[in-house]
C-alpha cells in the first residue's frame, strides 16, 4: 500500500471509531466568541514599589501567539483592578489551573481585588517568579509563566496584553527523569462555553494520525496503563485532581525542593524539555 493510502486510512479512522458526519444540519448565531474550548488560567500580578499588593484574576481570553520569543495573550477588561497593576508593573504570571485549583480560579473570576484579598479567601499562597521584579506565581500550579508585556493593544470591551514568555516553572512531580512535561498527568481543566471542564483520557498525539502502527500502538497503550494507574490511585487516595496519591516535596517559598536550584525555588532537572517529542514549532 501506497503511504498516502496507507495515511488517508489512518486520517479518517477517529479516536472513536466513528466515521465523520457530513450532511449535518446547523443553526446560525450571531457573530460572538464561540471559540470554545479555551484555558481558564488564573494571572497574577503585583504594583511595582509596593509588591505586597497582589492579586489574580482568572482569565479565559488567553493563548499562545509566538513560538519565538515565546509570546502569550491576556485581554482584559480596563475595569478589573488587574487591569492597572498589569499595566503599571508591566508583568504577569500565567498559572495553569488543575482541579484542585479550579474552586480558587472560579473564585478569583467574580470577586475583585478591590474589595477581597482573594489568596487569604480562596485558601492559596504565593511565591516569587523568576525573572519577574513584582508579580508572583501561585504555589500549586501545575506551571506558572512569567511575561513581560510589550505592547497593550486596545481593542474594544478588552486591552490585549502582548507578552513575552521570561521564565517557566513546572511542578516537579510533572517532570520525569528525562526531562520531559507530563501535562496530561496535571488533571487540567478547560472552559468550555461557560463551563469548567476536566481533560480526560489521551485520545491521540502530535502526528498521531499518520503514525507508524507500532510507535502509535506502544504510545497509546503507555497512555492507557498510565491511565489506569492513575485511576487506581485515585481510588485510593480519594483525590480527584490530577496529582496522585504521590505525595511530593513541598517547597518552601523560594526554596527547591530538591535537585538543581532554579533561580527562584523551582527545581530543575536541567534536561527539561518544554515540548512534547514529535512537536515542531
Ligand atoms: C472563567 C472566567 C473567565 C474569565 N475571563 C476573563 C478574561 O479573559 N478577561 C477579563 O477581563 N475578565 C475575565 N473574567 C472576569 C474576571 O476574572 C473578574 O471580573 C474578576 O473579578 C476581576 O478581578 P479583579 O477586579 O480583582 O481584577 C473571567 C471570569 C471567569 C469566572
Not at 18 to 32: D, R
Not at 39 to 52: F, H
Not at 70 to 81: A, G, Q
Not at 175 to 188: I, T
Request: charged fraction near 25%.
Amino acid at each position: 500500500m501506497k503511504k498516502d493510502e496507507r495515511e488517508s486510512g489512518m486520517a479518517q479512522e477517529a479516536a472513536s471509531g466513528a466515521a465523520i458526519p457530513s450532511g449535518c444540519a446547523y443553526v446560525n448565531l450571531p457573530p460572538s466568541t464561540m471559540l470554545n474550548p479555551v484555558p481558564v488560567v488564573l494571572v497574577s500580578c503585583a504594583e511595582r514599589g509596593r509588591p505586597e499588593n497582589r492579586n489574580a484574576i482568572t482569565v479565559a481570553w488567553a493563548g499562545t501567539v509566538n513560538s519565538d520569543p515565546p509570546m502569550v495573550s491576556i485581554s482584559v477588561r480596563k475595569e478589573r483592578y488587574s487591569h492597572g497593576l498589569l499595566e503599571q508593573s508591566g508583568e504577569f504570571v500565567i498559572n495553569l489551573v488543575d482541579e484542585v485549583l479550579l474552586a480558587a480560579a472560579d473564585f478569583c473570576g467574580v470577586r475583585s481585588g478591590r474589595e477581597v484579598n482573594k489568596a487569604q479567601a480562596a485558601g492559596f499562597a504565593y511565591s516569587p517568579m523568576a525573572s519577574m521584579d513584582t508579580a508572583p506565581a501561585i504555589e500549586g500550579a501545575p506551571a506558572s509563566l512569567g511575561c513581560r508585556v510589550r505592547q497593550v493593544m486596545a481593542l474594544g470591551s478588552h486591552d490585549l496584553f502582548l507578552a513575552e514568555v521570561t521564565a517557566v516553572r513546572v511542578r516537579a512531580d510533572l517532570v520525569d527523569e528525562k526531562g520531559a512535561v507530563h501535562l496530561e498527568k496535571a488533571g487540567m481543566v478547560a472552559y468550555n462555553h461557560g463551563l469548567y471542564q476536566r481533560l480526560g483520557e489521551v485520545l491521540g498525539f502530535f502526528g498521531w494520525s499518520v503514525a507508524r502502527e507500532d510507535v502509535r500502538a506502544r504510545r497509546m497503550a503507555e497512555y492507557a496503563s498510565r491511565r489506569e494507574h492513575e485511576k487506581a490511585e485515585r481510588a485510593k487516595t480519594g483525590k480527584s485532581g490530577g496529582q496522585t496519591g504521590k505525595k511530593t516535596e513541598k517547597p518552601e517559598a523560594g526554596k527547591p525542593a530538591s535537585g538543581k536550584k532554579g533561580k527562584s525555588g523551582t527545581v530543575s532537572s536541567g534536561k527539561h524539555r518544554s515540548s512534547p517529542p514529535g512537536y515542531r514549532r
